[in-house]
């Protein structure tokens, strides 16, 4: 049977009479659809800009650019008044566009007037009864090539009248309304006279005045208003306006850029006009004033204009206007009343060629007459008026109605004239005659022209009008109708009896000629027809096949007449010439051409008897003719390459010949008979005539064909000449011979000998009706009838190289063609119900499969010469086969694409570049899969029966025998879930598809990425498309759909170390396979890369052997290195196998997961895991900073479809055309090649969604992860179903509660956590030990997770949590009669989710509790154990642990207290090593949240030296280290961890120490995150004092990976180190002593802190934050910060209130330890003493003279050393020390040396920061400065013998000083320029002075000192005299 595809393109195929869309013929008002008229003549265009444009005092005028289907919309008048300010007579207006630039009128003329009625009744005379169609005021325009330099041009007409234009114009310039009191009696006068014209010369009109109106200005005025007014009204255009843009728009710039879209409606008020020059009337003269009105000195500025007033309105066309009227005045639909007053579409003449088809009747003439010369005429000739008749003979009353009227009149009339120019005896005219040609034009039809002299004065005895002249224009000139320019002779008599057959140009006799018969009339004819071609070769051609179907011979063609004898070889002159043919007429008839040309090779005409076979001449022709049309519409293409008018042809207009209805006279059609004459009557003996020539060159013999043919078609068809016979597809068209190619018995056998004649005169059946003796006269002609597709076939076969190579660029026209004309074959003849094999003859199917087999080749040859003609050929082949799949044997059909796959493997061996050999076969596969019955082709409800050849495959024979079958593996069930040759040979589209999926795969195969994105998305879009078809909706039938697809879950676990991680752990990926496979190293299995049943089936199958080899070589180990799959890639595989998970028979799905061996199994568990991990649910936020390129889902699986075909480049598109009803577009027709269809949703095209969109996408998110993790969660049931009975159960089943817990722990559906729930408590209750007596991480893990839902929201969770945690306490406890294991790792978990969750609900984690307790207590089964009190002891632990939390989360924004309550929790679980771990885990994760990297690397060096601590009580390992001591050179503080002693902790104790962290692996874990911290904090040395500790453990284990991973970080610490060796590059920190005073402080009043800072913080900064933070907890006007750093008496507080003092400290070292704090790190670590100075003076004032300054030096020391594992530690001792004036000097004098000192030995010397040393030290300063120093503290000896020692020392500290300035200057010396010599010589001069000065104070010796020392002296030096006070 046909398709429902096939036979819907059927039904919609047939007559030209049908257009595009779906336009609708309104039969009573004989109107039509809007859409159908618009698109008419545009669809091949470039876009085209519509506007609309009203006239009128209350109009406005609007521009908009529609559709380029659209035509644009016109202008209308409403006016209630005239134009002018006077109104004296009636006006008349016409409206037209004119392109300056091109020098063109671009639109036929719009009528109108404004006259009021009682103007109008001045014409009543003259008229009839006005038609509605004439009232129009309102047009529709098209402007195709919008232009800067268009006008729309109005000029003005009124009624004859005596005067020339000047004259009649003076009123209107002179008077004004406002005068009309004043010229009353004039006003009357001149009304009174309008009267009198108008009743005798109504019918005539005359020029009046003129005016333009720059479009361009307007339309950017407006639209520039518009952008700055309302940005929203702009509109952007779409995708489709870019694409349909043709090239002429897109090289557009400069002036040439105008568009008139995206303006607002603008009203236009016009109001000058220039009057009408009686000289200057021609088009030329226009064009002139046109151009000078853009120049700034515009000449016609300068004349008098007319001051009128008309209102303009221009507006962008409305989609659906009402009350439309079409260039023919039909209606378009919407028509509501047809008394309403109508709008005109205006008919376009483009400024340059627009190619597209007529597909609508149109056929207008229009006359334009340009000039007359009557000079030479002798009489009174001066008021001429032309008169132009529509003849359709030579009697005065054959004058046809056919001339369009103008404005208010009636709608049709039989004559018109020009408007008449006064006293001018050479007019020239504007003026445009429309008129409807009849649809049959004959010879006789002509134009008449009757030139008159009008009498503008009523003189008695002369008439109105008298004729003086007549001329004529026959319209039809050898059957072809005349248009373009004339110059006509001018008769003075009328024109004699059959004047009309002849043209003016023959000099008749006895006529009296003007000018002595010159031309002295110009005029000019213009044609818009869809009648007739306007171009010599079309018009040849069909009139030669006009004449053969008519059979009128002999005939006349031009000057030649045609007998029988000559017309074939004129037809065949023709054909060829169409290429000649004009692009623009050949594109606009090209669907008749096309028509003719089809019949001229199915129904070869009989010319004498004879068939004349024109087979391969028109198939050329049609070639050609393809070829320039698809050339002139190039940039219409679609995405594909197809020309939509083509595509437009075959799928509307394209009917077999014959189907149509009969004409009288004619032959009836034939009924079409079976399509071979096997089994016909005998050939008709015309057939046998001897010919002196050969009938058909079409066909010729191939042995002898000329050399043009390529040489692969020769090989192609074979080496010796084609047995006519039978068959002649050779063996390369015959894959495997017999077996592959359906057997068909031989065409010929049995039938009459003399059938096997040559079949040259036509290879398919022929037949011929009638008797050819019968003269054509008296019988209706014979005609022979061959089947198209057969024709097509045969000649494209045959074709030469050429013409081939013009059907290759255009395969899919011919395809498409044949696949019509097949199906059309079939509907005709009722042969759809025929079996499949009997409905085409065998050597049509040979044909086929020799065509198939070149375009296959042709394919694969120029894929590296031209990629994308490859592309295209590739998709059309694959389409055609599809197509085939509908309409023939699908054997057969396949028996093609196995020998297309042939070809290409054959080629793979030896391509340089296989990827894109692989990339096109993955579309034509794609394609092919994408047939409406693939599923049905696919055979999916036939068992599967065994090989023939009981072979196992090759996997089952070198993996690990069956792990959980006692019996044999079962063969047929393995060979579902492989690409097994019974497989693919059951299921052929599938295995091909996954066959190409497996290859995509492979590790080593090229161009991987595009390969996986298609091949994935090609069965992803597969699998959407069966979800969503109805025919598959119930669950036993997808479940059948489903076994097509089995071997995907092979192929995507064997993919599985390519995929992308979305775990986002190390070591994720492949945890569960590496736990369960026993020996991965010697391991048969070969994991990444490609089953090897796939390679072999690759090899026997489709592909040639040998195949795979050139894919993908290089050996197996290599495999898991392959390129790995993108996320995008990986999410779109793990759906289709989920896909495939949920709707596979879950009994299949046991039975195959028992034949997996081990590792197997494990990968199948890792595959579930990652697809948890790829679709967790992110949530809405998550949506918010989505990246534009992240895959994204979709609710709707159709939608996903497109999405998945639309992502990439190719064939997919093509996809689109083939989801027929299951569009996701709505009920659109199925047009392959339209547009519309394609919807390109680009992923990137919107970022900014709106917050529903957002939400609606999130919704998606959550549904399609509850979806997968509830698929997954079926999935495990049925392995764990599987696996119960086997001894390897344990660790299988350990694996499957990690993936269970993995989906616990993900962000889940309250839907999902029930059952996910409700399955951990069967896993636990089934198999208990998986989690008491192997691993405790799991039970850890699952703690976690549980106490997590416990504090859910959302009760039904927290239910079933309780319940899973309540059953898991109870199993413990009876295995043992404790829970311990349990009850530690709740308390550790809990301890874990407090201090890292952020959102975490106390409350309902509380209310969880109480149910637990509550189980405990109303347990029947344990109430007389200890059961429900150890359970009561643990709520309880677990209360305080909460009410801790509730204290922390008091604290959230308090980062140091928060700190401070963890650290005391931590203190608390001190006897408790695994809480302790976990709190200190917890404050590292916080730490590292804060930026607190050192702190954080101290947390995780204690827990390791808990870690260690506890691995020393096991067992003295000399790698391991001893204990918290070995960690003493990192931290001092770490000795706090040793409290763990065998008195308080067993090791062996249940529960204790249970962690995954007290183990080697564990303390090496902690080591390294401590190492990472301390690299992120910039603390190197520390790093290198980790990995002291680290290294051991490594080599230990011989893990040289890591060693050398360890020993890298090692040298790129160094280097850092090395690089920043001045420690100016690396701030450690910054400190501040913060004291609290105040009883709102609580425990911290009066507590002192040293606070450590992030580096480079100010003292502003922490004051501000510490005060704004406690403002904010105790309000306002509480806080105050002591500004200075004096001691606080507290007595002088407020109570009230709460104080902070804040002061800066330095660390401080005593002079033994600078010896080994050498470098900037050891001056910056291990800090535990700390120093600020207090200056004051004795009267209370911070500072004063130098005799009185005193200093205040505080000590402050701290409990623990920084860094520490908290920011703030508590200052535990205090020693002040108050410095007398004379030490604060020489403390003073000491540093300005060291600072000089300092600058002198820099390295690399710094000059500037030199001399500003030397400055501040040498210059002369205003105060205290040296010398000042000097001068006081120096200039006497003391009185206190105390303070010798003071002076003295003061002495040396000025003597070194003045040293130090020396070497300073002298250092200065060298580093100087010449520039700052002078500089250096006054800090020398400087110098000198201080010197001089400091000489005597210096030399002065105190005799004291010479004397004995005594002990009191002694005394004074151990700081005596120092006043201490101690804290």
């Not at 606009?588 to 040309?597: I, Q, R």
């Not at 429900?1428 to 909460?1442: G, K, R």
């Not at 990192?1530 to 007290?1558: M, Q, R, T, W, Y």
Request: proline share 6%; glycine share 6%.
């Amino acid at each position: 049977m046909m398709s429902r595809n096939e036979q819907g393109r059927v039904r919609q195929g047939g007559g030209y009479g049908g257009c595009f869309g779906d336009r609708r013929w309104d039969s009573a008002q004989d109107g039509r659809s809007r859409r159908g008229h618009l698109r008419e003549g545009r669809q091949g265009g470039p876009g085209v800009e519509n506007f609309k444009m009203g006239l009128g005092c209350g109009g406005g005028l609007m521009c908009q650019k529609l559709p380029p289907c659209q035509p644009h919309k016109g202008r209308g008048f409403s006016r209630r008044d005239s134009v002018f300010e006077i109104e004296i007579e009636p006006i008349f207006g016409i409206l037209a566009l004119y392109d300056v630039r091109e020098k063109k009128k671009i639109s036929e003329n719009f009528y109108f007037d404004l006259n009021s009625d009682s103007m109008k009744g001045l014409l009543r005379a003259h008229g009839t009864h006005p038609a509605i169609s004439t009232l129009a005021r309102s047009a529709i325009f098209s402007v195709t090539y919008p232009s800067p330099d268009i006008f729309l041009v109005i000029k003005l007409e009124k009624v004859l009248q005596q005067g020339d234009i000047s004259e009649c114009c003076e009123p209107y310039m002179v008077m004004k309304e406002v005068d009309t009191a004043k010229n009353k009696e004039k006003l009357e006068k001149l009304r009174l006279a309008a009267e009198q014209f108008c009743t005798r010369l109504g019918r005539y009109r005359m020029p009046f005045a003129w005016t333009a109106v720059h479009l361009a200005n307007i339309v950017s005025s407006a639209g520039q208003s518009d952008r700055d007014s309302d940005s929203e009204g702009e509109r952007r255009p779409t995708w489709t306006d870019r694409r349909r843009r043709g090239p002429q728009d897109r090289t557009s710039s400069g002036d040439d850029a105008c568009s008139f879209s995206g303006f607002r409606p603008a009203t236009l008020t016009v109001t000058n006009f220039f009057k009408q020059e009686a000289e200057r009337l021609s088009d030329e003269d226009l064009f002139k004033f046109l151009a000078d009105m853009r120049r700034p000195t515009s000449l016609l500025r300068r004349l008098r204009p007319v001051t009128a007033q008309l209102k303009i309105d221009i507006s962008p066309a409305p989609e659906n206007p009402h009350f439309c009227l079409s260039p023919e005045l039909l209606h378009v639909k919407p028509y509501p009343d047809p008394r309403g007053r109508p709008t005109k579409e205006i008919l376009e003449f483009p400024a340059r060629e627009v190619y597209a088809p007529h597909t609508s009747y149109r056929n207008l003439l229009y006359v334009y007459p340009h000039s007359l010369n009557f000079s030479s005429r002798q009489g009174s000739v001066r008021n001429l008026a032309v008169r132009v008749q529509y003849m359709a003979g030579e009697d005065p009353s054959q004058a046809l109605p056919v001339i369009f009227g103008k404005s208010s009149c009636s709608e049709f009339t039989r004559e018109a004239f020009t408007p008449v120019v006064y006293h001018n005896k050479s007019p020239e005219f504007y003026e445009e005659f429309k008129l409807r040609l009849p649809a049959c034009v004959t010879e006789n039809h002509h134009l008449l022209f009757t030139f008159y002299h009008v009498s503008c004065q009523p003189r008695p005895g002369t008439a109105l009008e008298t004729p003086v002249g007549f001329t004529w224009i026959p319209l039809l000139q050898h059957g072809h109708l005349r248009t373009g320019p004339f110059c006509l002779p001018v008769s003075v008599d009328q024109p004699p009896p059959s004047y009309s057959v002849l043209t003016p140009d023959v000099a008749l006799p006895g006529m009296r000629w003007v000018d002595g018969h010159k031309g002295v009339f110009s005029v000019e004819l213009t044609a818009v027809s869809s009648v007739h071609p306007q171009d010599p070769y079309l018009d040849k051609f069909f009139t030669l096949v006009h004449v053969l179907e008519e059979g009128a011979f002999p005939f006349r063609l031009k000057d030649a007449v045609l007998s029988e004898s000559t017309v074939e070889q004129e037809l065949r002159a023709s054909l060829v010439a169409l290429r000649l043919a004009s692009p623009e007429p050949l594109v606009a008839f090209s669907h008749h051409v096309l028509d003719k040309l089809v019949r001229l090779v199915v129904r070869p005409p009989i010319i004498g008897g004879q068939i004349v076979n024109l087979g391969r001449v028109a198939f050329e022709a049609m070639a050609h003719v393809v070829s320039l049309v698809h050339r002139s519409l190039e940039a219409a293409q679609d995405a594909r390459g197809h020309c939509p008018l083509l595509a437009a042809y075959v799928y509307y207009a394209f009917r077999l010949p014959g189907t149509e209805p009969s004409l009288p006279g004619r032959a009836p059609p034939v009924t079409l008979q079976p399509a071979t004459l096997a089994h016909g009557p005998g050939r008709p003996a015309s057939l046998y005539l001897a010919r002196s020539k050969s009938i058909s060159s079409s066909n010729p013999d191939l042995a002898v064909a000329p050399g043009s043919v390529d040489d692969e078609v020769s090989r192609i068809l074979a080496s010796k000449g084609i047995d006519r016979s039978h068959s002649w597809v050779n063996s390369a068209y015959a894959p495997g011979g017999s077996k592959a190619v359906l057997r068909r018995a031989p065409p010929y056998c049995g039938a009459d000998p003399r059938q096997a004649i040559d079949r040259s005169s036509s290879r398919t059946s022929s037949y011929l009706e009638g008797s050819s003796s019968t003269p054509p006269a008296t019988q209706p002609r014979p005609t022979v009838q061959k089947l198209l597709h057969e024709e097509l076939a045969l000649q494209w076969v045959v074709s030469g190289s050429a013409v081939r190579e013009a059907v290759l660029q255009h395969a899919w026209f011919f395809f498409q063609l044949m696949v019509k004309s097949m199906a059309l074959h079939l509907l005709l003849g009722q042969k759809l119900d025929t079996p499949r094999k009997l409905r085409f003859p065998g050597r049509f199917l040979d044909d086929i499969a020799a065509l198939v087999g070149s375009v296959g080749l042709e394919v694969i040859t120029r894929v590296h010469k031209d990629v994308e003609l490859a592309e295209h050929l590739n998709a059309s082949l694959a389409f055609f086969l599809s197509d085939l799949l509908s309409l023939v044997d699908r054997g057969f059909v396949f028996s093609l694409v196995r020998a297309h796959y042939k070809q290409v493997a054959t080629r793979l061996q030896s391509a340089p570049n296989p990827a894109v050999l692989l990339t096109l076969r993955m579309d034509f596969t794609r394609i092919l899969c994408g047939h409406e019955h693939y599923v049905t082709l696919n055979l999916p409800c036939c068992p599967l029966s065994p090989p023939a050849s009981p072979s196992p495959s090759v996997s089952s024979t070198t993996s690990q025998s069956s792990t959980f079958s006692s019996q044999a593996p079962d063969p047929k069930v393995i060979s579902m879930f492989e690409l097994s040759g019974s497989f693919r040979q059951q299921h052929f589209l599938a295995g091909l598809l996954l066959t190409e999926l497996a290859l995509a795969l492979e590790p080593e195969a090229e161009g991987a990425s595009l390969l996986h994105k298609k091949a994935i998305s090609a069965v992803h879009s597969l699998l959407c498309g069966h979800d969503a078809d109805p025919r598959y909706a119930e669950a036993t039938v997808k479940a059948r759909v489903a076994e097509l697809y089995l071997p995907l879950l092979s192929l995507a676990r064997d993919t599985l170390p390519r995929l992308h991680d979305f775990a986002e752990g190390p070591g994720q990926r492949s945890r569960l396979a590496s736990m369960l496979d026993s020996d991965t190293e010697g391991e048969g299995d070969m994991g990444g890369t490609i089953n090897p049943s796939v390679a072999m089936a690759i090899a026997g199958g489709p592909l040639a052997p040998g195949s795979r080899a050139s894919i993908s070589q290089g050996p197996a180990t290599a495999a898991r290195s392959g390129c790995a799959l993108s996320a995008e890639s990986s999410r779109t595989l793990l759906v289709c196998v989920l896909w495939v998970l949920k709707n596979a028979e879950p009994a299949l799905l046991q039975r195959w997961a028992a034949d997996l061996a081990l590792p197997q199994l494990g990968r199948l568990l890792d595959l579930l895991y990652l697809c948890l991990a790829a679709f967790e649910y992110k949530g809405k936020k998550a949506f918010e900073r989505i990246n534009s390129l992240t895959f994204k889902k979709s609710l709707d699986m159709k939608a996903r479809l497109e999405e998945a075909i639309l992502g990439t480049i190719g064939a997919r598109q093509e996809m689109v055309r083939r989801s027929r009803e299951r569009s996701p577009f709505g009920n659109q027709e199925n047009v392959r090649w339209r547009k519309s269809i394609t919807h390109w949703r680009q992923t990137s095209d919107r970022v900014d969604k709106t917050k529903d969109e957002m939400e609606h996408e999130a919704l998606v998110d959550g549904n399609l992860a509850t979806e997968a993790s509830l698929v997954v969660l079926d999935t495990l049931e049925i392995i764990v179903q599987t696996v119960m009975l086997s001894e390897a159960r344990e660790s299988i089943l350990g694996a499957v509660l990690k993936v269970v817990l993995y989906s616990l722990g993900s962000a889940q559906s309250a839907l999902f956590l029930q059952h996910g729930l409700a399955t951990q408590r069967a896993l636990v209750s089934k198999f208990p030990e998986l989690l008491f007596e192997e691993d405790t991480e799991l039970c850890a893990d699952l703690c976690l997770r549980l106490l997590r839902h416990c504090g859910s929201r959302i009760s039904a969770i927290r239910t079933h949590a309780s319940a899973s945690l309540y059953l898991l306490m109870r199993q413990n406890f009876e295995i043992g009669n404790n829970f311990a294991r349990v009850k530690m790792q709740v308390t550790m978990s809990l301890s874990s989710l407090v201090g890292t969750t952020q959102n975490f609900s106390e409350e309902h984690l509380r209310r969880s509790l109480k149910t637990i307790l509550t189980y405990a207590e109303e347990d029947v089964g344990l109430r007389d154990s200890t059961f429900a009190e150890q359970v009561q002891d643990l709520m309880f632990n677990l209360h305080m642990i909460l009410t801790d939390t509730v204290k922390m989360k008091e604290h959230q924004e308090d980062p140091e207290m928060l700190i401070d309550l963890m650290y005391r929790i931590a203190r608390g679980y001190q006897g408790s090593p695994d809480l302790r771990l976990t709190w200190l885990q917890n404050m590292a994760g916080k730490h590292a949240e804060l930026g607190n990297h050192a702190e954080a690397a101290q947390c995780m060096v204690h827990a390791a030296a808990l870690v260690a601590e506890y691995l020393a009580l096991l067992e003295d390992s000399r790698h391991l280290p001893v204990g918290c001591v070995s960690f003493q050179n990192i931290s001092s503080n770490v000795l706090e961890e040793s409290a763990i002693s065998d008195d308080i902790l067993s090791p062996d104790e249940e529960g204790f120490c249970s962690g995954k962290h007290f183990t080697e692996l564990g303390l090496v874990g902690l080591l390294e995150q401590a190492a990472a911290y301390f690299t992120m904090g910039g603390l190197y040395e520390a790093v290198n004092e980790v990995y002291k500790t680290l290294i051991p453990i490594l080599e230990a284990h011989r893990d040289y990976k890591k060693l050398a991973a360890v020993h890298g970080k090692l040298q790129e610490a160094f280097t850092k180190i090395m690089h920043q060796s001045s420690g100016w590059e690396r701030v450690f920190g910054t400190y501040f002593r913060v004291g609290f005073y105040g009883a709102r402080f609580g425990d911290l009043d009066e507590q002192e802190f040293v606070y450590k800072e992030p580096s480079i913080t100010k003292l502003a900064e922490i004051s501000h934050r510490l005060e704004e933070f406690y403002t904010e907890r105790f309000g306002e006007d509480v806080v105050q910060i002591i500004k200075d750093s004096n001691p606080v008496d507290k007595t002088k507080l407020d109570p009230q209130k709460a104080y902070i003092q804040i002061t800066y400290v330095e660390p401080h070292f005593d002079t033994y330890e600078l010896k080994d704090r050498v470098t900037y790190f050891d001056r910056n670590y291990g800090l535990r003493t700390f120093l600020f100075c207090t200056p004051f003076t004795p009267d209370g004032r911070a500072h004063g003279e130098l005799p009185e300054q005193h200093k205040r030096k505080t000590l402050l020391s701290t409990d623990h050393a920084f860094p520490y594992i908290k920011t703030r530690i508590r200052v535990c001792h205090r020693e002040e020390t108050v410095l007398t004036p004379v030490e604060v000097a020489i403390e003073d004098m000491q540093k300005k040396t060291r600072e000089l000192a300092f600058a002198t030995e820099q390295d690399p010397p710094d000059a500037k920061m030199l001399q500003m040393v030397l400055q501040g030290s040498v210059g002369p300063t205003v105060n205290q400065g040296p010398l000042e120093v000097a001068q006081v503290f120096l200039a006497e000896i003391p009185q206190d013998p105390k303070l010798f020692r003071h002076h003295n020392k003061l002495r040396l500290c000025f003597k070194d000083f003045c040293k130090k300035c020396e070497d300073a200057l002298r250092k200065n010396k060298a580093l100087i320029g010449p520039d700052q010599k002078e500089y250096h010589r006054e800090l020398e001069r400087n110098y000198s002075r201080l010197r001089e000065a400091l000489q005597p104070l210096l030399t002065q010796r105190l005799p004291q000192l010479l004397a004995p020392n005594t002990a009191g002296f002694r005394n004074s030096l151990n700081r005596a005299s120092f006043r201490k006070a101690d804290l």
